[in-house]
Structure formats: structure tokens, C-alpha cells
T-cell receptor, first 114, second 112 residues
Framework: ETGVTQTPRHLVMGMTNKKSLKCEQHLGHNAMYWYKQSAKKPLELMFVYSLEERVENNSVPSRFSPECPNSSHLFLHLHTLQPEDSALYLC?????????????FGPGTRLTVT | AQSVTQLGSHVSVSEGALVLLRCNYSSSVPPYLFWYVQYPNQGLQLLLKYTTGATLVKGINGFEAEFKKSETSFHLTKPSAHMSDAAEYFCAVSPPGNQFYFGTGTSLTVIP
């Protein structure tokens, strides 16, 4: 595997379900990000991890819970979601958050909440 | 506050015609600037970036962009559109600090 991978690519879940999105980067980067991409809206930065420490949480509802067990893996745990949470969830990584290096994106997980 | 404006949420060009996608930013200090492309059902892929130095930046797939400080712009161009260029294009800026700001995207349609 190369670059940034995400699983699953598609996920349909009910509002009472619990599921997790997984992201893995094979680039040796130190920073990882979760974004939400909804139609007709700018990319929304959700969480930022730098060296496995969460450094940013942009007022994201608690029904989204990130986890970064090591610098290569990032999870987004989901529970009791709402239909408006349906979107494409993108994971990204960069060499070092402080140097404004470009971000590399995974293919995304298309989430549908029913 | 930082912002990125992409004029035109939809742009259509004929195959072989010039592609021009506009991006303007607001920042008190010249930021780093990026263009990304997103094909259907895929993530964002970096096309090109400007950090410092030469203001005309060449990227992949024949695209280039020019940083114009006086106009606070970073427009993306390609001399001759190809059918495979049909995609969503995002401009992004990174001012001093640790944040990336993305535009709302421009959907490019290439007409055969």
C-alpha cells in the first residue's frame, strides 16, 4: 500500500449504530487530519493530530470521536449519528503541521446515515 | 480572518480550449498556495503549490498557476483542455500558522 488509505470506502449506518472509519498513511508523516466534505460546502476540518496528540478539534459534535494510536493510523469512531452527518469523510496527512507542508488525502469514506 | 474565494462553481470549456480557474485569497501575509484536483469518488490530489520564489508554478497534467501578490490571486490554467481534466478543483491557502483553508471548489466540465 502506498499513500493514504481509508476503509471502508462506503458505509451505510442507522442512527443507533456504532461504526469506525480507519485511515492509514504510509508516508512517514507526523500529522494527520479528518475532514468532512458535504455537497456545496467547503471542506470542513474536523480534527488534527500531530505526533499522535490531538491539537485541534473544530467544534465537532461528541458523536464523532477520533483516535490516533500511532503516527500511521487514525480512526474516527461514530455513534448515534444524524442524517445530516451523511458526507464524504476524508483523511489526510502531512509531513509536519508546523511547516505548512502540503496535505496528502485518502480516497475517502462515503457515509450515509439512514 | 483568512478566506479563499473560487469564482465560478461550474466552468465548462471545449476540448482543446484554454482552462482558467480563478482563486483569490485574503491574507495579511502572503500564504502558501495550493491547487488540488478531485476526481469522482476519490480524494484530493495535489496539482501544484507555491511557497516562495518564482511566481509561475508548473504542476502535473500540464497545469500551471501564477501567484500575483498585488491581486491576491492564484489562478489555475491549462492551455488545452482534455476530456480527462473533468473534475472538481480546489484552491487552498496556508498562511503563517498551522491552518489550511480550502475554497468551495470549481467543477470543470470538458465538452467534446
Amino acid at each position: 500500500e502506498t499513500g493514504v488509505t481509508q476503509t471502508p470506502r462506503h458505509l451505510v449506518m442507522g442512527m443507533t449504530n456504532k461504526k469506525s472509519l480507519k485511515c492509514e498513511q504510509h508516508l512517514g508523516h507526523n500529522a494527520m487530519y479528518w475532514y468532512k466534505q458535504s455537497a456545496k460546502k467547503p471542506l470542513e476540518l474536523m480534527f488534527v493530530y500531530s505526533l499522535e496528540e490531538r491539537v485541534e478539534n473544530n467544534s465537532v459534535p461528541s458523536r464523532f470521536s477520533p483516535e490516533c494510536p500511532n503516527s500511521s493510523h487514525l480512526f474516527l469512531h461514530l455513534h448515534t449519528l444524524q442524517p445530516e452527518d451523511s458526507a464524504l469523510y476524508l483523511c489526510a496527512s502531512s509531513q509536519d503541521r508546523r511547516t505548512r507542508a502540503e496535505q496528502y488525502f485518502g480516497p475517502g469514506t462515503r457515509l450515509t446515515v439512514t | 480572518a483568512q478566506s479563499v474565494t473560487q469564482l465560478g462553481s461550474h466552468v465548462s470549456v471545449s476540448e482543446g480550449a484554454l482552462v482558467l480557474l480563478r482563486c483569490n485569497y485574503s491574507s495579511s501575509v502572503p500564504p502558501y498556495l495550493f491547487w488540488y484536483v478531485q476526481y469522482p469518488n476519490q480524494g484530493l490530489q495535489l496539482l501544484l503549490k507555491y511557497t516562495t520564489g518564482a511566481t509561475l508554478v508548473k504542476g502535473i497534467n500540464g497545469f500551471e498557476a501564477e501567484f500575483k501578490k498585488s491581486e491576491t490571486s492564484f489562478h489555475l490554467t491549462k492551455p488545452s483542455a482534455h476530456m480527462s481534466d473533468a473534475a472538481e478543483y480546489f484552491c487552498a491557502v496556508s498562511p503563517p500558522g498551522n491552518q489550511f483553508y480550502f475554497g468551495t471548489g470549481t467543477s470543470l466540465t470538458v465538452i467534446p
